[in-house]
């Protein structure tokens, strides 16, 4: 391209055109004489060419002069057609007339200007025009970019503007920040395709408009399913999802679209308004998964975990390399026979933290896995526990296998079998050396790929154990066919049994599956003698939990093994 | 040729109708010859003939925007009485009024081409 066309080739480079309404060739010719200086001109000589000229150019005519008295049609009638059509609506119009009762029927019926008649210095029709033009193509940009292109709502930046004047119009106003996000959307649009999502959202929001329209507030999409209210303090939140969900009928496809809402209430405006709605998103997120439409209240508490899981997401890569994270080990007894037998071992993540001591891995594991920071932290652990392993086996002869956790998303990693491997092959292991821990939940999403690749590590010679069975949802018919040796049963199983008005009827039931599947059954969490005698009675077969001992770190656990090695088979009972 | 002394001699708001043409002279003069060729002083006469009120008025009417541009004083004001009296509907003697108006412009006619 030469230098002259890039010159040209620039919005604020063009000319704008401008169509000069008027039959009298006079007039014509003082107007294009004053314009043509800095604008292309475009003449019509009556109302029918210039509807014409409009209909075809629409897209690079920039303003429009309009005389009234024109031979075929009076120019009010052709601003009505203008301004009826939503083609055109957008032209800007400035009227001529020596009219001045004209002059208010004209702007009412959307003139953006007149000029009057004798035409005034050429100096002021030249800035008139000018000032027009400009004031037309910065409206039509606002309106590009303030709106949501799918719902026609504000977008989210433009909401956050509009949300902050009306603060400052209303200081003493008691404001709420509300959150609607709708439940599994993507799985809505991977069912029925991307175009019902749309119409799903464009309904959404259509209500939302009605709601904030009939009672006061502003709306916007903020993101794919997100839409955000600020409106004026009210207590009727149940009633608000109530207006804006819709509901299977009027969809028509029978399908249940179910909405959350977080609330703030009261919104502390000293805080920046997208410090409010990451508030209301707190609350929204707490409610994620309800059964049916819920809203929640956001309350200081969810400040306080976001900025602790902030925090920890901040120094999770000093701990990775500084070696904050300790491999602790808590061994599993084969309860079978007449004295429990250690079995294996399980590998657990600690986390000793410089500052806050340590942290719980109830905390910093879920949120690990959301953000996927757990892959790292699993390799981690693995590396760490297959060199124990080698240390076990070389210094002290001891050959126990010891288990990991692999997370789902592990699992979805084309390396995983490569990294496995390498650990195994690098530490002088055997596959059989180390247990795979997947919990039962990774396996409900993308089921196929998931235990096609646990099949493939399993028949290398991996162990696989299926963790925390019962808290997820596993067919019990695909259950004999996934490649597992045995059934972590959740802890929550083993303390609910055993609480309050003990009912071990589910614990039952599912040590019966397990050996109807064929697998071992492992208990974990089992603290007392009672539990532990209970569960042999019940057919369990491996039993984990402080009743033998609690996780205890490497050098902790090497002396554990020695004193296990040292016992007299008879000795061992407890 | 017709010349601003002309002009001024005829009656014209020369400055105004200066200003209007950014001072430029030969643009100025060339409107007012515009003007005097315009067809509105043919469909006014054309109207009177036939009594036509509406077309009358309708022609007045744009021949008074016009003139008013280039400052055609004295003309000016013969189009805009004939033309309030047309938009009241009142009864005048408009053949009078259209041969004071043509005589303006037959004079200002005969300087240019004189």
Redesign the interface.
């Known amino acids: 391209m030469t230098t002259q066309m890039q010159e040209l080739f620039r919005p604020s480079a063009e000319r704008r055109r401008i169509l000069i309404v008027e039959d009298e060739p006079v007039n014509r010719r003082i107007l294009t004489r004053c314009l043509e200086g800095s604008y292309a001109v475009i003449p019509a000589a009556a109302g029918g060419e210039a509807l014409e000229i409009v209909r075809d150019q629409i897209e690079t005519i920039s303003l429009m002069l309009l005389d009234l008295h024109l031979p075929d049609m009076h120019g009010l009638e052709i601003l009505q057609r203008l301004k009826a059509d939503p083609r055109y609506a957008r032209l800007p119009v400035i009227v001529m007339t020596a009219d001045s009762q004209a002059e208010v029927e004209c702007l009412n019926l959307g003139a953006i200007d007149f000029i009057p008649k004798p035409y005034p210095r050429q100096e002021v029709i030249l800035a008139r025009i000018r000032r027009t033009v400009e004031l037309s193509e910065d409206r039509d940009i606002l309106r590009w970019t303030e709106r949501d292109q799918l719902t026609g709502l504000y977008n989210k930046d433009f909401f956050y503007r509009y949300a902050v004047m009306l603060d400052d119009y209303h200081k003493d106003l008691a404001t709420d920040a509300l959150v609607l996000d709708v439940n599994r959307f993507h799985t809505l649009n991977d069912r029925f395709g991307k175009a019902y999502g749309d119409k799903v959202l464009q309904r959404i929001a259509e209500k939302a408009l009605e709601l904030v329209r009939s009672s006061g507030g502003i709306v916007c999409r903020s993101e794919a399913d997100k839409f955000f209210i600020y409106c004026p303090h009210r207590t009727d939140y149940a009633d608000i999802l109530e207006k804006v969900s819709v509901s299977a009928e009027e969809d028509g496809s029978g399908n249940r679209i179910r909405l959350r809402m977080g609330v703030y209430a009261e919104a502390d405006k000293s805080l920046d308004i997208e410090r409010r709605f990451d508030r209301a998103k707190m609350a929204s997120d707490a409610v994620r998964g309800s059964a049916a439409n819920a809203f929640g209240l956001y309350d200081r508490s969810m400040s306080e975990a976001e900025l602790l899981a902030e925090q920890l997401i901040e120094d999770f890569p000093a701990a990775l390399r500084e070696g904050q994270f300790r491999v602790y080990y808590q061994p599993k007894f084969d309860i079978r026979g007449d004295v429990p037998a250690l079995y294996s071992a399980e590998a657990l993540a600690r986390w000793a933290h410089p500052r806050m001591g340590m942290v719980s891995p109830g905390v910093f594991i879920p949120l690990f896995e959301r953000n996927g920071l757990i892959q790292a932290l699993d390799y981690h652990i693995w590396s760490e526990t297959a060199a124990q392993i080698r240390r076990w086996k070389e210094a002290q002869g001891l050959r126990l296998p010891v288990s990991v956790n692999v997370s789902r998303i592990d699992l979805l990693d084309p390396l995983l079998k490569d990294k496995l491997c390498a650990l195994v092959a690098d530490n002088g292991l055997d596959y059989a050396d180390m247990i795979l821990e997947v919990t039962e939940s990774a396996y409900t999403e993308e089921a196929a790929q998931i235990t096609e690749t646990v099949k493939e590590l399993r028949s290398l010679g991996f162990r696989i154990e299926m963790d925390d069975f019962g808290t997820g949802y596993s067919s019990l018919n695909t259950l004999s066919t996934l490649p597992i040796d045995a059934l972590k049963l959740d802890m929550q199983f083993i303390r609910s049994a055993f609480a309050g008005r003990r009912d071990t009827r589910l614990l039952q039931a599912i040590i019966r599956l397990a050996e109807a599947v064929e697998v071992a059954c492992i208990a974990e969490g089992v603290e007392t003698k009672e539990q532990a005698e209970a569960l042999k009675a019940m057919g369990c077969d491996v039993i984990q939990g402080y009743y033998f001992s609690p996780p205890l770190p490497a050098a902790e656990f090497t002396r554990f093994l020695s004193e296990e090695k040292r016992k007299p088979e008879g000795a061992r009972e407890r | 040729m017709l010349t601003l002394d002309d002009l001024r001699q005829f009656g014209a708001n020369i400055q105004e109708g200066l ?4 001072s430029d002279e030969g ?1 100025y003069l ?2 007012v010859g ?2 005097l060729e ?1 067809a ?1 002083f043919d469909r006014l006469s054309q109207a009177v003939a036939a009594d036509d009120r509406k077309a009358a008025f ?1 022609a007045a ?2 021949l ?3 003139v ?4 055609l004083t004295p003309l000016y004001a013969q189009v805009s009485e004939m033309t309030e009296l047309l938009r009241g509907g009142q009864e005048a003697d408009y053949g009078a009024y259209l041969a004071r108006i043509l005589e303006m412009r037959a004079d200002l006619l005969a300087r240019q081409n004189g």
């Not at chain 2, 200003?19 to 950014?22: A, E, G, K, S, Y």
């Not at chain 2, 008013?68 to 400052?71: D, F, M, P």
Request: net charge negative; proline share 0%.
């Open positions: 200003d209007r043409c950014m643009f060339e409107l515009m003007t315009d509105s309708e009417h744009a008074k925007g016009i008013a541009n280039v400052s």
